[in-house]
């Protein structure tokens, strides 16, 4: 499954962003989720959902401000960012596995397919 991830770009704190990430053939059975990487820092998990999009989970750090959603139609799921601050700024990914629920989700190792990145920049 081939991944395209889109929307990035700069933004002022507070803001917000709207990422998209298409994939070039069906999705249906895989999850789903958005992982982010800050220069000299580790790959963190920012949100994923399941299969059928019944189950979410978002990292601590976006809780209350990132929202998910996926069109099953297009393939793209979505990644709405709102309340952005400087610290959120990093390379996003998209990415897409099988059999994924609950806490599983957050785990980078567990996605067999991963989009390009696009650079969110949060700054005044």
């Known amino acids: 499954v081939q991944l395209q991830a889109s929307g990035g770009g700069l933004v002022q704190p507070g803001g917000s962003l709207r990422l998209s990430c298409e994939a070039l053939?069906?999705?249906?059975?895989?999850?789903m989720g958005w992982f982010r990487q800050a220069p000299g820092k580790e790959r963190e998990f920012v949100a994923g959902?399941?299969?059928?999009?019944?189950?979410?989970y978002n990292g601590d750090a976006v809780k209350g401000r990132f929202t998910l959603s996926r069109d099953s139609a297009k393939n793209t799921v979505s990644l709405q960012m709102n309340s952005l601050k400087p610290e959120d700024t990093a390379v996003y990914y998209c990415?897409?596995?099988?059999?994924?629920?609950?806490?599983?989700?957050?785990?980078?190792?567990?996605?067999?397919?991963w989009g390009q990145g696009t650079q969110v920049t949060v700054s005044s």
């Open positions: 990415a897409a596995g099988r059999g994924l629920i609950f806490s599983s989700l957050s785990q980078a190792v567990n996605y067999d397919y």
């Open positions: 053939r069906r999705t249906s059975g895989l999850a």
């Open positions: 959902m399941n299969w059928s999009g019944s189950i979410k």
